[in-house]
């Protein structure tokens, strides 16, 4: 039923002339039609702020004509992206999403107030905080702010040691495990790489608040 869907929104695009007449049969596709409109949310060229300088068109990062940088640019917030590994969005997107996934280098948005998490201009798709199924800690202000993906700590913890104790042992927990070899960062934090440059950027952060 839902490859059946799928299917359809193929045709439907590679067909547009058409789309009147499969659009009857479309409408009576219950939840495959919300996963089409999901589709067009997610990955349709039109529907994204993507307006790069023409010298980044070229494709190619180690092309002399292109503008190297623009390709690692986030197209919302102009921002550097932080490579990350195809495993890493994989992992992370929701079912929905990942039905959209055409990309094959993607970059992560650390900005805190840009609602893009992950992009690849090169193949015209991003995915949003909502594509993911975990809060991203960079981007979120209210609790819970997930510092830790890994061992599970969030900005709350943190602060409740500083809180109670004056100090934490959590960057060193987390150290600890990471030393033995326990952590899965890059499958569990939307970053794709190791917390503890954030946790302790945290760590710093509430210290001088109080
Ligand atoms: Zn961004």
Redesign the pocket.
Same mark, same amino acid.
């Given at each position: 039923m839902r490859q059946r869907a799928v299917r359809r929104a193929n045709q439907d695009r590679r067909q547009a002339p058409e789309s009147a007449a499969t659009g009857r049969t479309s409408q009576s596709g219950g939840t495959g039609g919300r996963g089409v409109v999901g589709r067009s949310e997610v990955s349709r060229p039109s529907a994204l702020p993507f307006d790069l300088p023409e010298a980044s068109s070229c494709p190619d990062e180690s092309c002399s004509i292109a503008t190297p940088d623009a390709a690692k640019l +986030?197209? $919302?917030?102009q921002?550097i $992206?932080l490579k990350v590994d195809l495993v890493t969005v994989k992992a992370l997107v929701n079912a929905n999403a990942l039905r959209h996934l055409n990309g094959k280098a993607y970059r992560f948005?650390p900005?805190p107030d +840009?609602d893009?998490v992950y992009?690849d201009p090169t193949a015209s798709s991003i995915f949003r905080k909502r594509d993911l199924g975990v809060r991203v800690g960079q981007k979120e202000t209210e609790d819970p702010v997930p510092l830790c993906y890994c061992f599970d700590f969030t900005a709350a913890d943190l602060r409740r040691e500083l809180a109670a104790r004056g100090k934490t042992e959590i960057p060193t927990f987390i150290a600890a495990e990471v030393k033995a070899g326990h952590c899965a960062c890059e499958v569990k934090n939307p970053q794709g790489s190791c917390c503890l440059g954030n946790v302790t950027a945290a760590v710093r952060s509430l210290s001088l608040e109080r």
């Open positions: +986030c197209p $919302g917030s921002t $992206g948005c900005a +840009c893009i992009f």
